[in-house]
């Protein structure tokens, strides 16, 4: 999958999946390599029949393999794609994908992981994107050494191909999203010591191809970086990562146009969400060059509410913005964009993910009424400027939607939204999206009227 092809959902998950009260089982992750089973090795605590099939002992104890999966079926309908520039398409399309791991433990220092994917699409005018189609293929196939100590203290190795995950998702995630997951091929270390967590990675990420285990990594991109995590650090309440990122692109594409990119990003995240207070906040300075000339770029994001807990439905108040430098023209030698490299769908213009995050500034209000812990209603309306006049706008893929027009408005769009999700069962998820893009000057200069309504509903079952 190339990362200019690819739409950038982690923080949105968690909001759009309530939990369900414990039932004794170990929830279902995000990451599904994340997950632990190891208690229903004990018989008398399985109470379902796939239960048998989350610890199949190998044996010796501590070896065990864990068998797990996902089947999500989605229907979507963007009736104006890259709002009018795109196929018209008035009935949607249906996606699907397939998920089947398996977790071989081999005692309390060895670890192997493989997952398969596969992907389809149907009906879609125009045909299947990058993203919907991969028919079969190794999505993850990981080993975890843990060279000393234990899971809370001590030093893992993970070598293989592996999704993942930093931080709120802004920058590096395996874009859910998506019909199709990101996945990398490299090695990360992971070493805990005390409250503090610290990670270090080289990747490179995964080509998604349409046949049939035939993805291959990019070899045009390389990404590594490092930085750690600490709990609670100040006041005992907030959490704070801090982290550096480094990217090299042969190819990548800007309005200032096409080649080898080299960006180093340093960024501070700091989240609370607990309580009826909570925040995400996260700043971000890029620098390196591009074509042999330097980069200066920044974003800056903020996503917070209260949520009145004693109150009917629990309603949570928020508000998000963000804000992502664009350029400032040809007559600049220095490039001003910013790159959100594989970040996550939902990150900067929702769910629809017609605006990609360079070049963007977005407020957004909402409320979310909690009717029953598994379902949500979730009301918001974004609006969307350009950050400069002399950048252009981005798709979600990276890649210029419009060129650059001084002249014209920075207004781009308002988009109200209204999400339902519904937690059935431990296993099943339900969800609705709409959302409305009542389109602004800049869009309506060159195609008038070209409003957007996007529709997305799915149901995923997990095991």
Same mark, same amino acid.
């Not at 960006?263 to 207070?277: C, D, E, L, N, Y």
């Not at 999206?433 to 509903?457: E, R």
């Given at each position: 999958?190339?990362?200019?092809?690819?739409?950038?959902?982690?923080?949105?998950?968690?909001?759009?999946?309530?939990?369900?009260?414990?039932?004794?089982?170990?929830? =279902?992750?995000?990451?599904?390599?994340?997950?632990?089973?190891?208690? $229903?090795?004990?018989?008398?605590?399985?109470?379902?029949?796939?239960?048998?099939?989350?610890? &199949?002992?190998?044996?010796?104890?501590?070896? =065990?393999? #864990?068998?797990?999966?996902?089947?999500?079926?989605?229907?979507? $309908?963007?009736?104006?794609?890259?709002?009018?520039?795109?196929?018209?398409?008035?009935?949607?399309?249906?996606?699907?994908?397939?998920?089947?791991?398996?977790?071989?433990?081999?005692?309390?220092?060895?670890?192997?992981?493989?997952?398969?994917?596969?992907?389809?699409?149907?009906?879609?005018?125009?045909?299947?994107?990058?993203?919907?189609?991969?028919?079969?293929?190794?999505?993850?196939?990981?080993?975890?050494?843990?060279?000393?100590? +234990?899971?809370?203290?001590? &030093?893992?190795?993970?070598?293989?191909?592996?999704?993942?995950?930093?931080?709120?998702?802004?920058?590096?995630?395996?874009?859910?999203?998506?019909?199709?997951?990101?996945?990398?091929?490299?090695?990360?270390?992971?070493?805990?010591?005390?409250?503090?967590?610290?990670?270090?990675?080289?990747?490179?990420?995964?080509?998604?191809?349409?046949? &049939?285990?035939?993805?291959?990594?990019?070899?045009?991109?390389?990404?590594?970086?490092?930085?750690?995590?600490?709990?609670?650090?100040?006041?005992?309440?907030?959490?704070?990562?801090?982290?550096?990122?480094?990217?090299?692109?042969?190819?990548?594409?800007?309005?200032?146009?096409?080649?080898?990119?080299?960006?180093?990003?340093? *960024?501070?995240?700091?989240?609370?969400?607990?309580?009826?207070?909570?925040?995400?906040?996260?700043?971000?300075?890029?620098?390196?060059?591009?074509?042999?000339?330097?980069?200066?770029?920044?974003?800056?994001?903020?996503?917070?509410?209260?949520?009145?807990?004693?109150?009917?439905?629990?309603?949570?108040?928020?508000?998000?913005?963000?804000? +992502?430098?664009?350029?400032? *023209?040809?007559?600049?030698?220095?490039?001003?964009?910013?790159?959100?490299?594989?970040?996550?769908?939902?990150?900067?213009?929702?769910?629809?993910?017609?605006?990609?995050?360079?070049?963007?500034?977005?407020?957004?209000?909402?409320?979310? $009424?909690?009717?029953?812990?598994?379902?949500?209603?979730? $009301?918001?309306?974004?609006?969307?400027?350009?950050?400069?006049?002399?950048?252009?706008? =981005? #798709?979600?893929?990276?890649?210029?939607?419009?060129?650059?027009?001084?002249?014209?408005?920075?207004?781009?769009?308002?988009?109200?939204?209204? +999400?339902?999700?519904?937690?059935? +069962?431990?296993?099943?998820?339900?969800?609705?999206?709409?959302?409305?893009?009542?389109?602004?000057?800049?869009?309506?200069?060159?195609?008038?009227?070209?409003?957007?309504?996007?529709?997305?509903?799915?149901?995923?079952?997990?095991?």
């Amino acid at each position: 999958m190339h990362r200019r092809l690819v739409i950038p959902a982690l923080a949105a998950l968690q909001i759009l999946m309530p939990a369900l009260a414990d039932d004794g089982h170990p929830a =279902y992750q995000l990451m599904r390599y994340d997950e632990d089973w190891s208690p $229903l090795a004990d018989s008398s605590r399985r109470s379902e029949r796939l239960d048998s099939l989350k610890y &199949i002992s190998l044996g010796p104890p501590g070896w =065990y393999v #864990t068998i797990g999966g996902e089947i999500r079926e989605k229907f979507e $309908l963007l009736d104006q794609p890259a709002f009018g520039v795109g196929p018209v398409d008035q009935n949607g399309y249906l996606l699907q994908r397939y998920l089947l791991s398996s977790d071989f433990h081999f005692g309390s220092r060895f670890r192997f992981f493989t997952e398969l994917q596969s992907g389809l699409e149907d009906g879609r005018n125009g045909g299947a994107r990058p993203t919907d189609l991969d028919r079969l293929d190794l999505h993850q196939a990981f080993l975890d050494w843990r060279i000393s100590g +234990t899971e809370s203290q001590g &030093i893992m190795l993970r070598v293989g191909r592996q999704e993942v995950m930093f931080g709120s998702g802004r920058l590096i995630a395996p874009a859910e999203g998506l019909n199709l997951r990101r996945s990398m091929d490299g090695a990360r270390i992971n070493i805990k010591k005390g409250r503090i967590d610290y990670n270090a990675a080289a990747l490179r990420l995964v080509l998604s191809k349409p046949g &049939i285990f035939d993805n291959v990594p990019d070899h045009t991109q390389t990404f590594w970086g490092t930085g750690f995590i600490m709990p609670r650090p100040f006041w005992r309440v907030a959490n704070i990562g801090v982290y550096y990122l480094g990217f090299d692109n042969r190819n990548s594409v800007f309005a200032k146009g096409v080649g080898h990119e080299v960006r180093q990003s340093f *960024g501070a995240h700091i989240w609370k969400h607990t309580g009826p207070w909570d925040y995400d906040d996260e700043g971000v300075f890029q620098t390196g060059s591009f074509r042999g000339a330097p980069i200066r770029a920044w974003a800056l994001s903020e996503d917070g509410g209260y949520t009145f807990m004693h109150w009917r439905w629990q309603p949570r108040f928020g508000f998000r913005s963000d804000a +992502t430098s664009g350029d400032q *023209g040809p007559t600049h030698r220095t490039l001003g964009s910013f790159d959100p490299l594989f970040s996550a769908v939902p990150v900067w213009s929702g769910p629809s993910a017609l605006l990609g995050g360079i070049n963007l500034v977005d407020a957004t209000p909402s409320i979310r $009424l909690r009717f029953k812990p598994s379902v949500t209603l979730t $009301l918001e309306s974004s609006a969307f400027w350009r950050e400069s006049r002399f950048d252009a706008v =981005y #798709t979600a893929f990276n890649t210029p939607l419009r060129r650059a027009n001084p002249d014209a408005s920075r207004y781009l769009a308002t988009a109200p939204s209204a +999400t339902v999700a519904w937690q059935a +069962t431990r296993h099943t998820f339900y969800s609705i999206i709409y959302t409305h893009f009542f389109t602004g000057d800049f869009f309506n200069a060159a195609l008038p009227n070209k409003n957007v309504n996007y529709v997305a509903g799915w149901v995923s079952y997990r095991f």
